[in-house]
């Protein structure tokens, strides 16, 4: 990748910010992984960002730069539009600083995002039904009353403020060789990748950084590759606090300067890493937050020697969590939803659900009808299934089969 005129903060303004950050936000646990390190042939150690306060590493930036303000611009307030992690990040540091907050949020926000910025001290607008519209509302509102707009990525301040977790990294694993960092606008990797890269000129080594953005909303390989930041149309994807369309305007020549490699993910890898964090890790982190465990699981980081992938949020809707779990169960071939037809007559139920049994898996879910395009004599069953894999499912399937069954495995979880 060509590089660009160093545009980013100086080792000396991420030591400054790291001195003020380190007033709030926590040092946060760095855990092994026996499960990532078997699967990527290499160390891998994950950086708990999650467990931050407020949940996510936005604190870092948000007080990095709020704390910096004026007295004249404090006693005007600040403002930000967030969907969720900026918006309790902004919230908690104006509140440790004593200063008026105002958050625009998206009508249909999430429950306990809208109360936890509430609950620190912020003061909620509800408008716009996507996000962009509560941007602009945001400033609007702080052009008409002079409160101070707080950017979630383009700012330096914000920049040295994210920085300041890479420089922890380096700490808690002086030898580390590749770290892992997921993307959005770019505030988070163009801080840990400027920090990290000067700090270990420093000390005569070198470390790899490698980004990860959702397939879906990847806007960093185009612009990459055209040189400058091109604007994407965003698609649907699980992870959506990473989902924006323009790379910022400070952070993309950062980037160019500093990061390695970008590569995507795909939703279905980001639900069955998310699962893996679940299961293995025992850690709650919300889609944004596990890319990186997802570009491993896929197969996308090749000879990274010691690894840390950042766990950069875990700020999850139980309700989505519930449905991204149960979608990362199916596509690791841990869920089967089969329907069945079969003829319409008593005991066929029990006769299916037997050989399930028989096959050592459990039927969680049950619909039986006589509606739909099949003989008259017919009905049709729907199974949900656990089962422990791949191979599992396929001796499911395989035992209906068998025993005479017509069925098709739906893939709707």
């Known amino acids: 990748m060509a590089r660009a005129k160093n545009p980013a903060p100086s080792l000396a303004d991420f030591d400054a910010a790291r001195a003020v950050v380190g007033r709030v936000a926590q040092a946060t646990p760095m855990e092994s992984s026996r499960s990532l390190t078997a699967i ?7 950086k708990c960002e999650n467990l931050q306060r407020t949940g996510s590493y936005k604190l870092r930036g948000a007080y990095n730069l709020i704390a910096q303000l004026t007295p004249a611009e404090r006693k005007k307030g600040v403002v930000a539009a967030s969907a969720g992690n ?16 105002t958050i625009f949020m998206p009508l249909g926000v999430a429950l306990p995002k809208l109360e936890a910025t509430q609950g620190y001290g912020a003061n909620v607008v509800l408008e716009g039904s996507i996000f962009n519209e509560s941007l602009t509302a945001a400033k609007a509102f702080a052009a008409k009353t002079g409160a101070i707009f707080i950017p979630p990525f383009d700012d330096l301040r914000i920049i040295a403020g994210q920085g300041t977790l890479g420089l922890e990294i380096l700490e808690d694993v002086p030898d580390v ?5 997921p993307i959005g606008g ?10 990290v890269k000067q700090r270990a000129a420093e000390l005569g080594r070198k470390v790899r950084i490698i980004g990860v953005q959702a397939e ?3 806007a960093y390989p185009p612009s990459l590759k055209a040189g400058k930041p091109v604007r994407i149309d965003v698609h649907p994807t699980i992870s959506d606090g990473i989902a924006v369309a323009t790379p910022g305007a400070l952070n993309f020549p950062i980037i160019k300067h500093y990061v390695d490699e970008v590569v995507t993910v795909s939703d279905d890898a980001t639900a069955r890493a998310l699962v893996m964090l679940l299961e293995r890790a025992k850690l709650v982190v919300e889609p944004a937050g ?28 139980p309700m989505l ?10 596509a690791s071939d841990r869920y089967l939803k089969l329907r069945i037809t079969l003829p319409d007559r008593p005991g066929q139920l029990a006769a299916t659900s037997q050989l399930v049994a028989d096959a050592n898996a459990n039927v969680v879910e049950v619909v039986h009808t006589r509606h739909g395009k099949f003989q008259i004599n017919e009905a049709e069953l729907e199974l949900h299934i656990e089962t422990r894999g791949p191979t599992h499912s396929n001796l499911v399937v ?8 017509q069925l098709r495995q739906i893939d709707d979880i």
């Open 40 to 46: 990527l042939g290499s160390e891998v150690l994950l």
């Open 86 to 101: 900026h918006a309790q990040g902004v919230a908690l540091a104006a509140h440790e600083l004593g200063i008026k907050a």
């Open 177 to 181: 060789d590749t770290i892992i960092v």
């Open 186 to 195: 770019g505030g988070l990797i163009s801080g840990v990748a400027a920090a």
């Open 216 to 218: 879906n909303a990847a």
């Open 290 to 317: 596990a890319v990186g465990v997802a570009a491993i699981l896929e197969g996308k980081i090749k000879k990274s020697g010691k690894t840390v992938a950042i766990l950069s949020g875990g700020n999850i809707d």
């Open 321 to 330: 969590m519930q449905r991204i779990v149960a979608h990362g169960l199916a």
């Open 398 to 405: 395989k035992t209906l089969l068998d025993a005479g069954y």
